[in-house]
């Protein structure tokens, strides 16, 4: 999971991500005493990779016990709101002029640059499910998300995956295809909207930017209770499906003992090069293996 170092942190507020384009045009992180605390972990300050923004931003909100930093746009220049007009707007919505007062960010998860595992065509191992974009492992990201390939993953890997897949289907009878019922789609009923919140606050207290094997232990022991608990509903399936997609993260993020981009362990916080490739979790009726350091070489 990469982490979006500077989101919009407004009690209420859906999350909204300010560019990192801000910070290339000047814009500056600082707590609340206007101190730029990020230049003490990395003398590129704002414009260090995002993960060592993120994290430092992380860490200090657990030092001071704020729900949030504040991004100063005012060193850009008069012509801020003109520039980034989407991001101007949506501060105005909040009450923030960004030409005369800091904007309240935190980090939160942004982008996943794991998932899937996929040949070039997006084919899985499940015979007919194809995957492409965000979800998919494709290789186009590193232990960063390199911004501009998720140019690839849509341009390149989604026609790609269309292709590969409506062949697939020229290769079945039409009698054996599935007709799905596509109805308008249900409201959550209260047991699965609970199942997602407790995912929400179990991920962000012990999967975030910065993560320790007891809190991966932790959240493994709850993700595996939801799991565990079965909803009736449609909804409450969806809700069961993304605990086990969180399941799944949790017990990654655990098994890499290491820091690495995007992954960073305070109890292993070098990176060791017997880690070094790609790790692929097979998971079948709650039994998992990995395949260490396989095929790295996209």
């Not at 070039?120 to 979800?135: F, M, N, R």
């Not at 919140?197 to 975030?208: L, T």
């Amino acid at each position: 999971v990469q982490f979006h170092p500077t989101v919009l942190a407004i009690s209420g507020s859906p999350a909204f991500l300010i560019s990192e384009a801000l910070r290339g045009a000047g814009a500056v992180v600082t707590d609340r005493a206007g101190r730029r605390f990020l230049l003490d972990t990395d003398p590129r300050g704002e414009l260090a990779p995002r993960d060592i923004v993120a994290r430092t931003i992380w860490q200090e909100l657990a030092r001071t016990g704020e729900k949030s930093v504040l991004l100063d746009c005012r060193p850009v220049g008069g012509d801020t709101a003109v520039r980034f007009p989407a991001i101007a707007a949506r501060c105005i919505d909040h009450g923030i002029d960004i030409t005369a007062t800091p904007i309240p960010i935190a980090p939160a998860a942004h982008y996943m640059i794991g998932g899937i595992r996929t040949d070039i065509d997006g084919a899985t191992s499940v015979p007919g499910l194809y995957a492409c974009g965000e979800v998919a492992s494709t290789g186009v990201h590193g232990a960063n998300r390199l911004a501009s390939n998720s140019l690839l993953e849509g341009a390149v890997f989604g026609p790609r995956t269309m292709e590969a897949a409506l062949r697939g289907l020229a290769e079945v009878a039409p009698s054996a295809l599935p007709v799905a019922d596509v109805g308008s789609a249900p409201l959550e009923d209260p047991p699965a909207a609970e199942a997602r919140s407790r995912i929400a606050r179990v991920m962000g207290r012990d999967c975030g930017v910065v993560r320790h094997g007891k809190g991966l232990r932790a959240a493994l022991g709850e993700l595996d209770d939801i799991v565990a608990t079965p909803i009736g509903s449609l909804s409450g399936r969806s809700a069961h499906l993304s605990a086990v997609a969180a399941y799944c993260i949790a017990n990654a993020a655990l098994y890499r003992e290491e820091s690495r981009g995007a992954h960073y362990r305070d109890d292993h916080p070098d990176t060791s090069h017997q880690w070094h490739g790609v790790t692929v979790m097979h998971t079948t009726r709650g039994a998992t293996t990995h395949d260490r350091n396989v095929a790295a070489d996209h």
